[in-house]
Structure formats: C-alpha cells, structure tokens
C-alpha cells in the first residue's frame, strides 16, 4: 500500500510539474520552469480553483473548431477533386480519397497551430488575472468589470463567487506590480 501511494504522489508531482500554465509565468514574470510550475499550482490551490476554469470551454471551442474546418476541407476538396477527374476515369475514387485525406490533414494541422494561440491568450489572461487581479482591475478596467460579470453569472449558480472574489481581493497586492508585466 506504501508503494502504491508513493507512486500515486509521484504522478501527482510530475502532472502538477508539467502544465502548461506553467509557460505563463515563464512568459510574463521570466521565472525558470520549475519555479513557474510550483508557483502555478501554489497559485490555482490559493485562489480556491481546483482546476483551471477556461481550460473545459477553451478545449471544447478548439477541438470543434479544428474539427469543423478539417471537415469543410475534406468535404470540399472530394466534390471539387471528383468534378474534376470526371473526364479522367481511370483515376477512380481512390485519387479522389487521397486528395480528401490530405486537405482533412492539413486543415487539421493548421487550425491546432491557429488556434493554439487563442487557447494560450486564454490561459495567460486567466493566470494573470487569477494571480494579480488588481492590476488588471488598474489597467483594463473594462475588461476587468466584463470579467468580474461573466464569472459573477458562473459562479453565483453555485454559490462560491463571493468566496471566490474575497479570495482574489487578497491575492496579488504585492505579488506583482503592473511594470513587470511589460
């Protein structure tokens, strides 16, 4: 049973080590790796989030989207691909499938190197926000307020955004200062 516990530990220490957010922080505060992953969970743990909170709706918005426009390739492509070999008869279907799976693969490709920089905006916006709200609030104040509103909606269902939002008014006063973040 001790072993089986030390091992479950240890998976839980290299899953909280590499995590993406962790790239945020080395991004923004230039910290090392390793510092940057201890202080991601650090973080996640003192804000009460369990999980981080965009990553459900950012990787279902990213992994439909992908698929959507690999779709309309492969689609497209085989009508335009059969209209095309029409006179060519001795082609057959099998050019035509080929030519679908190649426009599906590289839709596919291309939409998860378009969209991985609209799931990382995503993330650094939540880390940063979570990490030092007030200078957000101070530089964005628009954005900030439209933030505060939707998580408001969100976590009023559930009656934790007052916890939530008390935790935050605490979090990030001397954290960070606004000139860091240049």
Request: hydrophobic share 50%; aromatic share 10%.
């Amino acid at each position: 049973k001790a072993i089986i516990l030390f091992m479950l530990k240890c998976l839980v220490t290299i899953i909280e080590t590499f995590n993406v957010l962790a790239f945020v922080q080395v991004g923004v505060y230039s910290k090392g790796y390793l510092q940057a992953a201890r202080d991601t969970i650090k973080m996640i743990k003192r804000s009460g989030l369990t999980a981080v909170f965009n990553d459900d709706i950012m990787q279902s918005m990213v992994k439909t989207l992908r698929m959507a426009v690999a779709l309309v390739l492969l689609a497209v492509t085989g009508v335009y691909t059969w209209i095309m070999i029409k006179d060519y008869n001795d082609l057959g279907l099998g050019f035509v499938v080929v030519f679908m799976l190649l426009a599906f693969v590289l839709g596919w490709a291309t939409m998860t190197v378009v969209l991985s920089v609209v799931d990382m905006t995503s993330m650094t916006i939540c880390v940063l926000f979570i990490n030092d709200p007030h200078s957000m609030a101070s530089i964005h104040p628009k954005h900030y307020e439209k933030l505060m509103k939707a998580w408001s909606k969100r976590f009023d269902k559930k009656k934790k955004f007052q916890a939530f939002k008390n935790k935050l008014q605490g979090i990030g006063k001397s954290n960070t200062s606004p000139n860091k973040l240049v």
